[in-house]
DNA sequence: CATCCGGCTTGATCTAAATCAATTGCATTT
DNA sequence: AAATGCAATTGATTTAGATCAAGCCGGATG
Protein backbone atom coordinates (compact mmCIF):
# COMPACT_ATOMS: atom_id res chain seq x y z
CA UNK A 1 0.00 0.00 0.00
CA UNK A 2 2.84 2.28 1.21
CA UNK A 3 5.14 1.06 -1.43
CA UNK A 4 5.10 3.94 -3.95
CA UNK A 5 5.60 6.44 -1.63
CA UNK A 6 8.52 4.65 0.14
CA UNK A 7 10.12 4.72 -3.18
CA UNK A 8 9.59 7.92 -4.21
CA UNK A 9 11.40 8.95 -0.46
CA UNK A 10 13.99 6.13 -1.21
CA UNK A 11 15.01 7.77 -4.73
CA UNK A 12 15.84 10.76 -3.25
CA UNK A 13 17.06 10.18 0.58
CA UNK A 14 17.78 7.17 2.89
CA UNK A 15 15.61 6.24 5.38
CA UNK A 16 15.42 3.88 8.40
CA UNK A 17 12.81 1.35 8.89
CA UNK A 18 11.41 2.71 12.06
CA UNK A 19 11.14 6.11 10.00
CA UNK A 20 9.46 3.94 7.32
CA UNK A 21 6.31 3.36 10.28
CA UNK A 22 6.47 6.78 10.78
CA UNK A 23 5.69 7.32 7.21
CA UNK A 24 3.01 5.30 7.02
CA UNK A 25 1.48 5.97 10.35
CA UNK A 26 0.89 9.11 9.11
CA UNK A 27 -1.01 8.80 6.13
CA UNK A 28 -4.39 7.76 5.27
CA UNK A 29 -5.62 6.37 2.06
CA UNK A 30 -8.87 7.37 -0.06
CA UNK A 31 -10.34 5.66 -3.23
CA UNK A 32 -12.09 7.82 -5.13
CA UNK A 33 -14.52 6.89 -8.43
CA UNK A 34 -14.16 8.54 -11.62
CA UNK A 35 -15.45 12.45 -11.03
CA UNK A 36 -15.20 12.37 -7.40
CA UNK A 37 -13.85 15.79 -5.48
CA UNK A 38 -10.75 15.76 -2.94
CA UNK A 39 -11.70 19.89 -2.78
CA UNK A 40 -13.68 22.12 -3.88
CA UNK A 41 -14.02 26.15 -4.55
CA UNK A 42 -14.26 27.62 -1.00
CA UNK A 43 -12.88 24.42 0.63
CA UNK A 44 -9.84 24.83 2.85
CA UNK A 45 -7.42 22.31 1.77
CA UNK A 46 -6.84 20.34 4.51
CA UNK A 47 -4.42 17.57 3.16
CA UNK A 48 -1.75 16.80 0.90
CA UNK A 49 -1.86 13.98 -1.88
CA UNK A 50 0.41 11.08 -2.77
CA UNK A 51 -1.38 9.38 -5.92
CA UNK A 52 -1.03 6.22 -5.65
CA UNK A 53 -3.23 5.28 -8.84
CA UNK A 54 -5.32 6.91 -11.33
CA UNK A 55 -5.27 10.67 -12.42
CA UNK A 56 -6.16 13.78 -10.75
CA UNK A 57 -6.44 17.34 -12.41
CA UNK A 58 -6.69 20.48 -10.00
CA UNK A 59 -8.11 23.74 -11.93
CA UNK A 60 -10.01 26.96 -11.37
CA UNK A 61 -13.49 27.73 -12.73
CA UNK A 62 -13.50 31.81 -14.31
CA UNK A 63 -16.48 34.07 -14.17
CA UNK A 64 -17.94 32.52 -17.63
CA UNK A 65 -17.96 28.84 -15.89
CA UNK A 66 -14.55 27.61 -17.93
CA UNK A 67 -12.08 25.56 -16.34
CA UNK A 68 -8.16 26.03 -15.82
CA UNK A 69 -6.12 23.37 -15.58
CA UNK A 70 -2.88 23.82 -13.35
CA UNK A 71 -2.05 20.78 -12.63
CA UNK A 72 -1.92 17.14 -13.71
CA UNK A 73 -1.09 14.48 -11.29
CA UNK A 74 -0.46 10.85 -11.69
CA UNK A 75 1.01 7.98 -10.16
CA UNK A 76 3.95 9.20 -7.89
CA UNK A 77 2.90 12.90 -7.94
CA UNK A 78 2.27 15.01 -4.73
CA UNK A 79 -1.02 17.45 -5.53
CA UNK A 80 -3.32 19.86 -3.34
CA UNK A 81 -3.87 23.68 -3.63
CA UNK A 82 -0.59 24.27 -1.45
CA UNK A 83 -1.76 27.88 -1.05
CA UNK A 84 -4.38 26.77 0.82
CA UNK A 85 -2.71 24.08 2.84
CA UNK A 86 -0.03 26.40 3.63
CA UNK A 87 -2.08 29.51 4.78
CA UNK A 88 -4.95 27.68 6.10
CA UNK A 89 -7.31 30.10 4.07
CA UNK A 90 -9.99 29.03 1.68
CA UNK A 91 -9.02 27.56 -1.60
CA UNK A 92 -10.41 28.86 -5.05
CA UNK A 93 -9.43 25.60 -6.92
CA UNK A 94 -10.91 22.26 -7.67
CA UNK A 95 -9.38 18.78 -7.07
CA UNK A 96 -10.92 16.05 -9.00
CA UNK A 97 -10.04 12.60 -10.15
CA UNK A 98 -10.38 11.65 -13.87
CA UNK A 99 -9.98 8.22 -13.25
CA UNK A 100 -11.07 5.83 -10.36
CA UNK A 101 -8.20 7.13 -7.94
CA UNK A 102 -6.48 5.73 -4.86
CA UNK A 103 -4.48 8.60 -3.14
CA UNK A 104 -2.38 8.68 0.37
CA UNK A 105 -3.43 11.15 2.73
CA UNK A 106 -1.43 13.36 4.86
CA UNK A 107 -3.17 16.15 6.93
CA UNK A 108 -1.48 19.81 7.64
CA UNK A 109 -0.09 18.96 11.30
CA UNK A 110 0.62 14.92 10.57
CA UNK A 111 3.06 16.27 7.93
CA UNK A 112 4.54 18.88 10.53
CA UNK A 113 5.01 16.33 13.17
CA UNK A 114 6.25 14.14 10.83
CA UNK A 115 8.77 16.53 9.36
CA UNK A 116 10.31 17.18 13.00
CA UNK A 117 10.50 13.43 13.86
CA UNK A 118 11.93 11.98 10.81
CA UNK A 119 13.82 15.25 9.45
CA UNK A 120 15.54 13.54 6.18
CA UNK A 121 11.95 14.34 5.21
CA UNK A 122 12.88 17.54 5.03
CA UNK A 123 15.56 17.01 2.60
CA UNK A 124 12.93 15.11 0.36
CA UNK A 125 10.75 17.36 0.22
CA UNK A 126 13.39 20.38 -0.68
CA UNK A 127 14.37 18.29 -3.23
CA UNK A 128 10.93 17.07 -5.00
CA UNK A 129 10.14 21.16 -4.85
CA UNK A 130 13.48 21.70 -6.19
CA UNK A 131 12.49 19.54 -9.28
CA UNK A 132 9.03 20.74 -9.62
CA UNK A 133 10.65 24.27 -9.83
CA UNK A 134 12.51 23.48 -12.52
CA UNK A 135 9.15 21.81 -14.33
CA UNK A 136 7.13 24.96 -13.60
CA UNK A 137 9.62 27.43 -14.95
CA UNK A 138 9.90 25.58 -17.62
CA UNK A 139 6.10 25.90 -18.41
CA UNK A 140 5.86 29.55 -17.78
CA UNK A 141 8.88 30.20 -20.13
CA UNK A 142 6.41 28.26 -22.68
CA UNK A 143 3.54 29.98 -21.64
CA UNK A 144 5.10 33.52 -22.11
CA UNK A 145 7.29 33.17 -25.20
CA UNK A 146 5.42 30.03 -27.53
CA UNK A 147 2.40 30.11 -29.82
CA UNK A 148 -0.33 27.86 -29.63
CA UNK A 149 1.74 25.14 -31.79
CA UNK A 150 5.16 25.09 -29.84
CA UNK A 151 3.41 24.94 -26.37
CA UNK A 152 1.80 21.42 -27.56
CA UNK A 153 4.47 20.01 -28.75
CA UNK A 154 6.75 20.69 -26.23
CA UNK A 155 4.31 19.12 -23.71
CA UNK A 156 3.94 15.95 -26.27
CA UNK A 157 8.16 15.72 -25.61
CA UNK A 158 7.77 16.28 -21.79
CA UNK A 159 4.46 13.89 -21.11
CA UNK A 160 4.23 11.63 -24.25
CA UNK A 161 2.10 9.75 -21.67
CA UNK A 162 -0.66 12.49 -20.65
CA UNK A 163 -0.93 12.97 -24.55
CA UNK A 164 -2.61 9.75 -24.99
CA UNK A 165 -4.41 9.44 -21.31
CA UNK A 166 -5.90 12.35 -20.68
CA UNK A 167 -8.88 14.06 -22.47
CA UNK A 168 -7.62 16.57 -25.50
CA UNK A 169 -9.57 19.23 -23.76
CA UNK A 170 -7.64 19.17 -20.46
CA UNK A 171 -4.47 19.53 -22.08
CA UNK A 172 -6.04 22.40 -24.30
CA UNK A 173 -6.50 24.03 -20.81
CA UNK A 174 -3.29 23.08 -19.41
CA UNK A 175 -1.53 25.15 -22.26
CA UNK A 176 -3.98 28.04 -21.80
CA UNK A 177 -5.83 27.34 -25.33
CA UNK A 178 -9.19 26.32 -26.53
CA UNK A 179 -9.89 22.48 -27.52
CA UNK A 180 -11.07 23.55 -30.53
CA UNK A 181 -7.56 25.67 -31.59
CA UNK A 182 -5.84 21.99 -30.21
CA UNK A 183 -7.89 20.09 -32.46
CA UNK A 184 -6.46 21.77 -35.77
CA UNK A 185 -3.36 22.01 -34.67
CA UNK A 186 -3.25 18.07 -34.12
CA UNK A 187 -4.46 17.80 -37.55
CA UNK A 188 -1.73 20.30 -39.29
CA UNK A 189 0.90 18.94 -37.06
CA UNK A 190 -0.22 15.05 -38.89
CA UNK A 191 -0.44 16.44 -42.04
CA UNK A 192 3.40 17.63 -41.87
CA UNK B 1 27.66 41.93 4.63
CA UNK B 2 25.25 38.86 5.91
CA UNK B 3 22.30 40.08 7.48
CA UNK B 4 19.94 40.12 5.02
CA UNK B 5 20.67 36.53 3.92
CA UNK B 6 21.27 35.62 7.97
CA UNK B 7 17.46 37.44 8.55
CA UNK B 8 15.89 35.81 5.43
CA UNK B 9 17.02 32.34 7.20
CA UNK B 10 16.38 33.39 10.62
CA UNK B 11 12.51 34.30 9.65
CA UNK B 12 12.24 30.61 8.86
CA UNK B 13 14.03 28.73 11.11
CA UNK B 14 16.05 28.97 14.37
CA UNK B 15 20.00 29.21 13.56
CA UNK B 16 22.75 28.72 16.07
CA UNK B 17 25.37 31.53 16.05
CA UNK B 18 28.27 28.65 14.35
CA UNK B 19 26.08 27.64 12.41
CA UNK B 20 25.78 31.72 10.95
CA UNK B 21 29.54 30.93 10.93
CA UNK B 22 29.21 28.74 8.49
CA UNK B 23 27.05 29.90 5.94
CA UNK B 24 29.50 33.22 5.81
CA UNK B 25 31.65 31.43 4.78
CA UNK B 26 29.93 29.32 2.43
CA UNK B 27 29.10 32.73 0.20
CA UNK B 28 31.23 35.32 -1.41
CA UNK B 29 30.44 38.63 -2.51
CA UNK B 30 29.98 39.81 -6.18
CA UNK B 31 29.20 43.55 -6.85
CA UNK B 32 27.53 44.49 -10.55
CA UNK B 33 27.10 47.34 -12.50
CA UNK B 34 23.89 47.53 -14.82
CA UNK B 35 23.84 45.87 -17.37
CA UNK B 36 26.61 42.88 -15.74
CA UNK B 37 25.92 39.96 -16.45
CA UNK B 38 25.75 36.90 -14.25
CA UNK B 39 24.98 33.93 -16.71
CA UNK B 40 24.39 33.87 -20.45
CA UNK B 41 22.89 30.93 -22.32
CA UNK B 42 25.43 28.37 -22.83
CA UNK B 43 26.98 28.99 -19.22
CA UNK B 44 26.74 26.88 -16.97
CA UNK B 45 25.24 28.05 -13.63
CA UNK B 46 27.41 26.66 -11.01
CA UNK B 47 25.90 28.93 -8.73
CA UNK B 48 22.84 30.51 -6.99
CA UNK B 49 22.50 34.01 -5.99
CA UNK B 50 20.99 35.67 -3.14
CA UNK B 51 20.42 39.59 -3.88
CA UNK B 52 21.67 41.68 -1.41
CA UNK B 53 20.50 44.93 -3.02
CA UNK B 54 19.33 46.25 -6.45
CA UNK B 55 17.30 44.31 -8.96
CA UNK B 56 17.72 41.12 -11.31
CA UNK B 57 15.91 39.65 -14.01
CA UNK B 58 16.61 36.02 -15.58
CA UNK B 59 14.93 35.85 -18.99
CA UNK B 60 15.16 34.25 -22.23
CA UNK B 61 15.94 34.95 -25.76
CA UNK B 62 13.72 33.62 -28.59
CA UNK B 63 14.41 33.26 -32.41
CA UNK B 64 13.59 36.48 -33.34
CA UNK B 65 15.34 38.11 -30.63
CA UNK B 66 12.78 39.17 -28.03
CA UNK B 67 13.49 39.08 -24.38
CA UNK B 68 11.12 36.36 -22.07
CA UNK B 69 11.51 37.41 -18.25
CA UNK B 70 10.48 34.39 -16.39
CA UNK B 71 11.68 35.97 -13.41
CA UNK B 72 12.73 39.53 -11.26
CA UNK B 73 14.56 39.12 -7.92
CA UNK B 74 15.19 41.78 -5.33
CA UNK B 75 16.86 42.32 -2.08
CA UNK B 76 16.11 39.50 -0.29
CA UNK B 77 15.31 36.93 -3.19
CA UNK B 78 17.31 34.42 -4.38
CA UNK B 79 17.54 33.87 -8.23
CA UNK B 80 19.56 31.96 -10.72
CA UNK B 81 18.80 29.21 -13.37
CA UNK B 82 18.12 26.36 -10.97
CA UNK B 83 17.69 23.61 -14.08
CA UNK B 84 21.13 24.16 -15.18
CA UNK B 85 21.90 24.49 -11.96
CA UNK B 86 20.56 21.04 -10.43
CA UNK B 87 21.86 19.07 -13.88
CA UNK B 88 25.10 20.94 -14.59
CA UNK B 89 23.83 20.71 -18.17
CA UNK B 90 24.38 24.70 -20.00
CA UNK B 91 21.51 27.14 -19.68
CA UNK B 92 19.24 28.53 -22.08
CA UNK B 93 18.58 31.74 -20.40
CA UNK B 94 20.33 35.23 -19.03
CA UNK B 95 21.06 36.35 -15.81
CA UNK B 96 21.32 40.72 -15.67
CA UNK B 97 21.97 43.25 -13.54
CA UNK B 98 18.69 46.56 -14.35
CA UNK B 99 20.25 48.17 -11.06
CA UNK B 100 23.64 48.39 -9.47
CA UNK B 101 23.87 45.16 -7.65
CA UNK B 102 25.03 43.19 -4.76
CA UNK B 103 24.78 39.59 -4.55
CA UNK B 104 25.60 36.58 -2.51
CA UNK B 105 27.28 33.78 -4.22
CA UNK B 106 26.88 30.14 -3.42
CA UNK B 107 28.87 27.14 -5.45
CA UNK B 108 26.72 23.85 -5.81
CA UNK B 109 29.37 21.99 -4.32
CA UNK B 110 29.27 24.68 -1.04
CA UNK B 111 25.69 24.76 -0.98
CA UNK B 112 25.28 20.62 -1.09
CA UNK B 113 28.25 20.60 1.70
CA UNK B 114 26.45 23.52 3.74
CA UNK B 115 23.14 21.33 3.90
CA UNK B 116 24.72 18.53 5.42
CA UNK B 117 26.76 20.46 7.83
CA UNK B 118 23.71 23.16 8.80
CA UNK B 119 20.70 20.31 8.14
CA UNK B 120 18.03 23.26 9.26
CA UNK B 121 18.63 24.73 6.05
CA UNK B 122 16.87 21.58 4.33
CA UNK B 123 14.23 23.06 6.21
CA UNK B 124 14.21 26.45 5.39
CA UNK B 125 15.35 26.23 1.00
CA UNK B 126 12.09 23.54 2.02
CA UNK B 127 9.89 26.45 3.49
CA UNK B 128 11.26 28.97 0.66
CA UNK B 129 10.83 26.56 -2.03
CA UNK B 130 7.06 26.13 -0.60
CA UNK B 131 6.22 30.12 -1.00
CA UNK B 132 7.74 30.03 -4.03
CA UNK B 133 5.25 27.20 -5.41
CA UNK B 134 2.67 28.77 -4.56
CA UNK B 135 3.48 32.27 -5.85
CA UNK B 136 4.34 30.59 -9.30
CA UNK B 137 1.40 28.42 -9.15
CA UNK B 138 -0.55 31.52 -9.40
CA UNK B 139 1.37 32.81 -12.40
CA UNK B 140 0.95 29.88 -14.42
CA UNK B 141 -2.88 30.30 -12.99
CA UNK B 142 -3.34 34.03 -14.48
CA UNK B 143 -1.36 33.40 -17.77
CA UNK B 144 -3.83 30.72 -18.86
CA UNK B 145 -7.06 32.25 -17.31
CA UNK B 146 -6.43 36.15 -17.67
CA UNK B 147 -6.40 38.45 -20.38
CA UNK B 148 -3.62 41.10 -20.94
CA UNK B 149 -5.20 44.03 -18.31
CA UNK B 150 -6.41 41.58 -15.61
CA UNK B 151 -2.35 39.98 -15.52
CA UNK B 152 -1.68 43.39 -15.20
CA UNK B 153 -3.75 44.38 -12.65
CA UNK B 154 -2.95 40.99 -10.44
CA UNK B 155 0.69 41.89 -10.99
CA UNK B 156 0.73 45.19 -9.73
CA UNK B 157 -1.41 43.98 -6.51
CA UNK B 158 1.20 41.55 -5.53
CA UNK B 159 4.13 43.26 -6.56
CA UNK B 160 3.26 47.37 -6.05
CA UNK B 161 7.06 47.74 -5.49
CA UNK B 162 7.64 46.42 -9.43
CA UNK B 163 5.19 48.64 -10.68
CA UNK B 164 7.77 51.85 -10.25
CA UNK B 165 10.85 50.27 -10.07
CA UNK B 166 11.45 48.11 -13.17
CA UNK B 167 11.12 49.25 -16.86
CA UNK B 168 7.65 48.99 -18.31
CA UNK B 169 8.80 46.85 -20.94
CA UNK B 170 10.10 44.13 -18.90
CA UNK B 171 7.00 44.14 -16.67
CA UNK B 172 5.20 43.40 -20.23
CA UNK B 173 7.40 40.71 -21.10
CA UNK B 174 6.95 38.92 -17.49
CA UNK B 175 3.41 39.05 -18.02
CA UNK B 176 3.94 37.40 -21.71
CA UNK B 177 2.14 40.80 -23.58
CA UNK B 178 4.43 43.31 -25.40
CA UNK B 179 5.39 46.62 -24.22
CA UNK B 180 2.91 48.25 -26.93
CA UNK B 181 -0.04 46.02 -24.98
CA UNK B 182 0.67 46.78 -22.03
CA UNK B 183 1.13 50.71 -22.42
CA UNK B 184 -2.47 51.19 -23.82
CA UNK B 185 -3.78 48.90 -20.92
CA UNK B 186 -2.33 51.51 -18.52
CA UNK B 187 -3.91 54.73 -19.80
CA UNK B 188 -7.09 52.70 -19.99
CA UNK B 189 -7.35 51.50 -16.73
CA UNK B 190 -6.39 55.13 -15.95
CA UNK B 191 -9.43 56.59 -17.75
CA UNK B 192 -11.54 54.40 -15.11
C1' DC C 1 24.75 72.57 -23.78
C1' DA C 2 23.69 69.66 -27.49
C1' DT C 3 22.92 65.08 -29.01
C1' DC C 4 21.99 60.50 -28.51
C1' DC C 5 19.67 56.61 -27.10
C1' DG C 6 16.45 53.77 -24.79
C1' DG C 7 11.88 53.55 -23.29
C1' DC C 8 7.18 54.97 -23.81
C1' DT C 9 3.30 56.35 -26.48
C1' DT C 10 0.11 56.49 -30.33
C1' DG C 11 -1.83 55.09 -34.67
C1' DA C 12 -2.79 51.80 -38.55
C1' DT C 13 -2.89 47.24 -39.89
C1' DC C 14 -2.54 42.29 -39.47
C1' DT C 15 -3.05 37.71 -37.54
C1' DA C 16 -3.34 33.91 -34.28
C1' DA C 17 -6.47 32.25 -31.64
C1' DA C 18 -11.17 32.77 -29.51
C1' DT C 19 -15.85 32.41 -30.08
C1' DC C 20 -20.07 30.75 -31.90
C1' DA C 21 -22.45 27.05 -34.00
C1' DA C 22 -23.39 22.69 -36.06
C1' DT C 23 -22.07 17.82 -36.88
C1' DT C 24 -20.06 13.65 -35.98
C1' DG C 25 -18.10 10.04 -33.48
C1' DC C 26 -17.61 7.25 -29.27
C1' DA C 27 -18.51 5.18 -25.17
C1' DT C 28 -21.50 4.40 -21.33
C1' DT C 29 -25.90 3.49 -19.70
C1' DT C 30 -30.50 1.61 -20.13
C1' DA D 1 -29.65 -2.01 -29.91
C1' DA D 2 -31.43 2.37 -28.83
C1' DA D 3 -30.60 6.45 -26.36
C1' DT D 4 -27.97 9.74 -23.83
C1' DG D 5 -24.13 12.51 -23.21
C1' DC D 6 -19.48 13.97 -23.67
C1' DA D 7 -15.47 14.86 -26.60
C1' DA D 8 -13.68 16.00 -30.87
C1' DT D 9 -13.97 17.97 -35.28
C1' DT D 10 -15.00 21.40 -38.77
C1' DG D 11 -16.51 25.81 -40.57
C1' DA D 12 -17.61 30.84 -40.31
C1' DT D 13 -16.80 34.92 -37.93
C1' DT D 14 -14.92 37.95 -34.48
C1' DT D 15 -11.51 39.92 -31.59
C1' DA D 16 -7.63 40.65 -28.46
C1' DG D 17 -3.38 41.45 -28.91
C1' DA D 18 0.82 41.47 -32.11
C1' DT D 19 3.29 43.76 -35.43
C1' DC D 20 4.94 47.61 -38.01
C1' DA D 21 5.99 52.38 -38.02
C1' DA D 22 6.59 57.25 -36.36
C1' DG D 23 7.13 60.48 -33.14
C1' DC D 24 8.22 61.99 -28.38
C1' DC D 25 10.17 62.49 -23.95
C1' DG D 26 13.77 62.38 -20.37
C1' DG D 27 17.96 61.05 -18.67
C1' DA D 28 22.73 59.80 -19.63
C1' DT D 29 26.99 61.05 -22.22
C1' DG D 30 30.43 63.60 -25.01
Redesign the pocket.
Known amino acids: MYNLLLQSIEKKVPITQAAKIEVQNAFTLKKLRKRDYLLRDGDICNEMYFVKNGCMILYTLDD?G?EHVTQFAVEGWWVGDMYSYLSGLPSNMFLEALEPAEVLCIKREDREMLLTTVPILERYFRILLENNFVAIHRRVANLIS??????YLDFVKLYPQFALRV????I?SYL????????????QSAER
Chains 1, 2 share one sequence.
Do not use: F, M
Not at 146 to 151: I, M, Q, S
Not at 167 to 170: A, D, E, G
Open positions: GNKGAEDKPQKYAGITPETLSRIRV
